[in-house]
């Protein structure tokens, strides 16, 4: 479940856009954030569990993880949804 998690924290950073808001006003931080997802990759729920203490980018985060496709779980996985725990980080550029 480990490479699992690894393979949606990778897939969210690379869909991560972060705001022009953000950007302009040189904010970064990271969020954490438990998503439920199920067998065959599909989102069932996204919470911030620890905001980054700048709203608009845990609204940010938590957009991006809502976007994002997740593969199915591999045969070795759970036949049940799982819950794993993120962190999203967001710098401006």
Do not use: C, W
Request: no cysteine; glycine share 6%; net charge positive.
């Amino acid at each position: 479940m480990e490479v699992y998690a690894g393979v949606v924290h990778d897939a969210v950073q690379t869909n991560l856009q972060v705001p022009d808001t953000v950007a302009m006003m040189h904010l970064s931080g990271v969020t954490k954030i438990a998503l439920s997802v199920a067998p065959n990759g599909n989102l069932l729920s996204a919470t911030v569990i620890k905001s980054s203490g700048i709203s608009l980018i845990d609204k940010a985060a938590l957009a991006t993880v809502r976007a994002t496709h997740f593969p199915p779980f591999s045969g070795k996985m759970p036949k049940h949804p799982i819950t794993i725990e993120i962190s999203v980080s967001m710098k401006s550029q």
